[in-house]
Nanobody, 123 residues
């Protein structure tokens, strides 16, 4: 079973940027489609971004489109989420996950999750 570890969260002012990382264990990372989700207190887990196993395809949630960029370096078993123009509504725990189903936007179709990293954006 793959293990995923996120890092890079923290406290940032509105308008600032953060870069999250997700490191995967094992030697098959390059064959996985991957995603980022986030969950704010009292809210459901929300789709943020998807990247195909080669990196050729990416999709974003409407609330982060044009501000966030997902990328990966398969040789380093690492996926990234560059977050720009952050606002307080982006405050949440961010999770990386491995897709096993067909719906890249649905948390139900992911079967391996990291522990999450907290992102807090102050106004």
């Amino acid at each position: 079973q793959v293990q995923l570890v996120e890092s890079g969260g923290g406290l940032v002012q509105a308008g600032g940027s953060l870069r999250l990382s997700c490191v995967a264990s094992g030697r098959t990372f390059s064959s996985y489609d991957m995603g980022w989700f986030r969950q704010a207190p009292g809210k459901e887990r929300e789709f943020v971004a998807f990247i195909s196993f080669t990196g050729a395809r990416t999709y974003y949630g409407d609330s982060v489109k044009d501000r966030f960029t997902v990328s990966r370096v398969n040789a380093e078993n690492t996926m990234f989420l560059q977050m720009n123009s952050l606002n307080p509504e982006d405050t949440a725990v961010y999770y990386c996950a491995r897709l096993r189903g067909r719906r890249h936007y649905s948390a139900d179709d992911y079967n391996a999750w990291g522990q999450g990293t907290q992102v807090t954006v102050s106004s």
